[in-house]
């Protein structure tokens, strides 16, 4: 580091007047530029420190805009503590730093609070308690891990009571779901979901919050879905 400082920023050597008629003024490998002096250490930059191009400018610093935007302000709040840049963009908007763990605290407890009342919830929608768990036990011994992923994404939003009567009815069937006719035939009455796929863009519909009938269609294909 000493050795770069002062090839950065020692003064130069005069030059020494009256340099003798023939004396290489170029270096003599290139032809071209000064000779360095004989012995100068060359300008190193310092371990660690990325390269910077021309007209680079340095990144601004992180916003509590940004980590809005990036969905980090949200998963950095509720948690055992604050993240680092989390903490430093609530400080530059205004907070104090003391302030950030106080206001955390009291959104770990909002957090739980409605966690119990999302629990209660599905116990409500699923009969009660305990056939909610044994609704749970099938599902952790029928389903594979995606399909448990996606149902349990399900549960947590607009759509809990529809999925609730879904596996109720698969746990019940445990096969693919038909209706008997009064002749003894066999013959599905509404062509059910074929995939999860076909389910989630049904439900991502902004007709199924809009429109009764397609909600109805949507229950209806959700009792007889065969994936």
């Known amino acids: 580091?000493?050795?770069a400082y002062d090839a950065q920023f020692a003064s130069p050597e005069p030059k020494t007047e009256g340099t003798p008629s023939g004396t290489p003024a170029q270096d003599a490998g290139s032809g071209e530029g000064e000779a360095k002096p004989e012995g100068e250490p060359e300008e190193k930059k310092p371990e660690g420190e990325p390269e910077k191009k021309e007209g680079e400018e340095?990144?601004?610093p992180t916003t509590l805009a940004d980590l809005v935007d990036s969905g980090d302000?949200?998963?950095g709040l509720g948690g055992e503590t604050v993240p680092e840049n989390l903490t430093a963009a609530l400080v530059a908007a205004?907070?104090?730093a003391e302030q950030v763990p106080a206001i955390n605290e009291r959104l770990k407890q909002l957090l739980k609070a409605e966690q119990t009342?999302?629990?209660q919830s599905l116990h409500k929608l699923a009969g009660g308690e305990a056939e909610f768990n044994a609704l749970n036990a099938w599902a952790q011994k029928a389903l594979t891990q995606e399909q448990r992923d996606f149902y349990n994404g399900e549960l947590a939003g607009p759509n809990a009571a529809d999925v609730i009567?879904?596996?109720?009815?698969?746990?019940?069937r445990g096969a693919d779901p038909k209706l008997v006719q009064g002749n003894g035939g066999v013959q599905p009455s509404v062509q059910g979901y074929r995939s999860q796929a076909e389910m989630q863009r049904d439900m991502r519909d902004?007709?199924?919050q809009a429109d009764p009938a397609f909600r109805a269609d949507v229950r209806n294909k959700l009792k007889y879905a065969t994936y």
């Open 1 to 3: 580091m000493i050795a």
């Open 94 to 96: 205004g907070l104090k």
């Open 117 to 119: 009342l999302q629990v």
């Open 73 to 75: 302000f949200f998963a």
């Open 206 to 208: 902004p007709r199924y």
């Open 165 to 172: 009567e879904l596996l109720k009815t698969k746990a019940a």
């Open 58 to 60: 340095t990144p601004a």
